[in-house]
T-cell receptor
Framework: DTAVSQTPKYLVTQMGNDKSIKCEQN?????MYWYKQDSKKFLKIMFS???????INETVPNRFSPKSPDKAHLNLHINSLELGDSAVYFC????????????????FGNGTRLTVT | RKEVEQDPGPFNVPEGATVAFNCTYS??????FFWYRQDCRKEPKLLMS???SGNEDGRFTAQLNRASQYISLLIRDSKLSDSATYLC??????????????FGAGTQVVVTP
């Protein structure tokens, strides 16, 4: 199946731990993203990579570090987890970026529900 | 003021009825507009892009009003499967906002038998 897949689907961990979420897309897209959806359902962009290059880095604590080993993968590592990090994290990809985004919809993974206790 | 605002609903709609709702955006430089659909505990999926002249896709009609800075979505002949949260998405305008999409918090639609 062609898709954006992310693992794990659920992640329950304690404050202070370090965790990683992995994302892979086999759609051949050039751009990948990490979004955070909080309890109020707002989806906020965190990072975006285009061909392995970081192009968007929103105001995100530096405890969050994305890594893109190749254009099909974008992983998210989180250090020293805090209660406020609890949210659903979505990976997404699109063929184009920026001014071409109009004809290039986002394809989302099915989300990672992170709960920090 | 939030960049993208939506009535959270829920809009309770009898099956077969028509429902419409709006989304307002604050940045007049926004260029591109979309409606995404998100089912409960699922990922968002693109429903349709919104073009300046308005556009239709089956039972769904989207409109853009740049003067008043809002977009709308109308669903005709509602089906039970239309029950979802509809997310308004706007590209941020301005030189520093290239490619960044701004999501609204969504409007929940519940279609009842």
């Amino acid at each position: 199946d062609t898709a954006v897949s992310q693992t794990p689907k659920y992640l329950v961990t304690q404050m202070g731990n370090d965790k990683s979420i992995k994302c892979e897309q086999n759609l051949g897209h050039d751009t990948m993203y990490w979004y955070k959806q909080d309890s109020k359902k707002f989806l906020k962009i965190m990072f975006s990579y285009n061909n392995k290059e970081l192009i968007i880095n929103e105001t995100v604590p530096n405890r969050f570090s994305p890594k893109s080993p190749d254009k099909a993968h974008l992983n998210l590592h989180i250090n020293s987890l805090e209660l406020g990090d609890s949210a659903v994290y979505f990976c997404a990809s699109s063929q184009d970026f920026g001014e071409f985004a109009y004809n290039s919809p986002l394809h989302f993974g099915n989300g990672t529900r992170l709960t920090v206790t | 003021r939030k960049e993208v605002e939506q009535d959270p609903g829920p809009f309770n709609v009898p099956e077969g009825a028509t429902v419409a709702f709006n989304c307002t955006y604050s940045n007049s430089a926004s260029q591109s507009f979309f409606w995404y659909r998100q089912d409960c505990r699922k990922e968002p999926k693109l429903l349709m892009s919104v073009y300046s002249s308005g556009n239709e896709d089956g039972r769904f009609t989207a409109q853009l009003n740049r003067a008043s800075q809002y977009i709308s979505l109308l669903i005709r002949d509602s089906k039970l499967s239309d029950s979802a949260t509809y997310l308004c998405v706007v590209t941020r305008g301005g030189a520093d906002s290239w490619g960044k999409l701004q999501f609204g918090a969504g409007t929940q639609v519940v279609v009842t038998p």
